[in-house]
């Protein structure tokens, strides 16, 4: 039933280790998101993909790289983890997700994944 | 570029009204949300505006003043369980799709 699931929801891993963040969604929206969220819970967008094209790259480090086989997956890789890296990650979907539009587009968050890095 | 403002903290009794500010300076706007987000959760919607003026919902109303870069979210008839932040977040139309710029949020504590 859950409507975006996100695995897995706690992350402990060492500084320098290589580790992925799954996404899927089942309500039929054509954009994805990852949002991070640091210790002050400033919510920040990372990446957008619409329909499995990616339209929104923040400034990210290369060490971070989405994929989405399809539009109901995205998938965060993070290479060389960093202390830094560490922060809750949520997968978002919306609907309408075209500039212009005045639907209200909202965004439907996974419950996230906290990420720990040592 | 975007900033978004919003106090950090408001305390408020349970059964009152709260006003939670938002001021924004963003290089482009199509709409403005509010999202509810209890501690260890995730965001969920609240409210959405894109044209002026006030758009009520239950006990929660969002208020837009475009021109003055001003919204505003009012809870009325306050409960232990609104003990949440809620964050301010303006859509933009430029750089592709749906994106929001999120403010650092307003942690609401209510109180009996």
């Known amino acids: 039933d859950t409507a975006v699931s996100q695995t897995p929801k706690y992350l402990v891993t060492q500084m320098g280790n290589d580790k992925s963040i799954k996404c899927e969604q089942n309500l039929g929206h054509d954009t994805m998101y990852w949002y991070k969220q640091d210790s002050k819970k400033f919510l920040k967008i990372m990446f957008s993909?619409?329909?499995?094209?990616?339209?929104i790259n923040e400034t990210v480090p290369n060490r971070f790289s989405p994929k989405s086989p399809d539009k109901a997956h995205l998938n965060l890789h993070i290479n060389s983890l960093e202390l830094g890296d560490s922060a809750v990650y949520f997968c978002?979907?919306?609907?309408?997700?075209?500039?212009?539009?005045?639907?209200?587009?909202?965004?439907?968050f996974g419950e996230g994944s906290r990420l720990t890095v040592l | 570029g975007q900033n978004i403002d919003q106090p950090t903290e408001m305390t408020a009794t349970e059964g009152a009204i709260v006003q939670i500010n938002c001021t924004y300076q963003t290089s482009g706007f199509n709409g403005l949300f509010w999202y509810q987000q209890h501690a260890g959760e995730a965001p969920t919607f609240l409210s959405y505006?894109?044209?002026?003026g006030l758009e009520e919902k239950g006990r929660f109303s969002s208020f837009l003043s475009r021109s003055k870069g001003y919204s505003y979210l009012l809870l009325k008839e306050l409960q232990m369980k609104d003990s949440a932040s809620y964050l301010c977040a303006v859509r933009n139309p430029g750089g592709g799709g749906n994106k929001l710029t999120f403010g650092t949020g307003t942690q609401l504590k209510v109180e009996l």
């Open positions: 993909y619409n329909n499995k094209e990616l339209i």
């Open positions: 505006n894109v044209l002026d």
């Open positions: 978002a979907s919306s609907q309408a997700g075209l500039a212009g539009d005045h639907l209200s587009g909202e965004l439907f």
